[in-house]
């Protein structure tokens, strides 16, 4: 517990989202008129989200992503794990609100949020049997570490045979022998 207690940011989610999109694939590669395409299915995709349309039934018609099934949700994410501009418009968004038209790696996405969760601590009864585990795993090591250094220190090594002795040069490889002649 006092580990728990001591190190509270450890033991804390941080905020998530969930967030729904709609994803036209293209490329920087693709030919422009690719390109132009995609980017007029994404406008107008866009243009019935802010108009108030169903933005599932969107995601179904218009999205090529394999979320598009489930209306384009993504579920709750925290950040750091989906493409940076992904994410700075999800966390930038109040719930409910359309994402203007942005471009990820993927190729061209409009997001609407779904959900906010606050960042919440995680409840000590739920990590208390990785802390238990870790604390004693910790005392082990620390026992082993402290008996190693005693039987060092009691030992009384005796060389007998020399040749385990370092070679003058301190490569401990050894020499060739001189050659006769």
Same mark, same amino acid.
């Given at each position: 517990r006092a580990l728990y207690d001591a190190h509270p940011d450890a033991f804390t989610e941080g905020e998530q989202v969930r967030a729904s999109f709609i994803l036209v694939p293209s490329s920087p590669q693709d030919p422009q008129a690719r390109r132009d395409d995609a980017r007029r299915r994404i406008d107008e995709a866009h243009a019935k989200a802010v108009a108030g349309e169903d933005f599932a039934a969107l995601a179904k018609q218009y999205s090529q992503d394999s979320t598009a099934a489930k209306g384009g949700d993504v579920g709750f994410f925290p950040k750091g794990v989906m493409f940076p501009e992904f994410e700075k418009q999800a966390f930038a968004l109040e719930v409910g609100a359309v994402? #203007?038209?942005?471009e990820t790696p993927k190729g061209f996405n409009v997001l609407k949020l779904t959900a906010r *969760? @606050? @960042?919440?601590? /995680? #409840?000590? +009864? $739920?990590?208390?049997p990785t802390l238990t585990l870790q604390v004693v795993q910790q005392k082990e090591s620390a026992a082993v *570490? $402290? %008996? !190693? =250094? =005693? !039987? %060092? $220190? +009691? +030992?009384? /090594?005796e060389l007998v045979d020399r040749s385990f002795l370092p070679q003058e040069g &301190?490569? &401990?490889? $050894?020499?060739p022998a001189p050659k006769e002649g």
């Open positions: 994402s #203007p038209v942005f *969760k @606050p @960042p919440t601590k /995680i #409840p000590f +009864a $739920e990590v208390k *570490k $402290e %008996r !190693l =250094q =005693q !039987l %060092r $220190e +009691a +030992a009384k /090594i &301190g490569s &401990g490889e $050894e020499k």
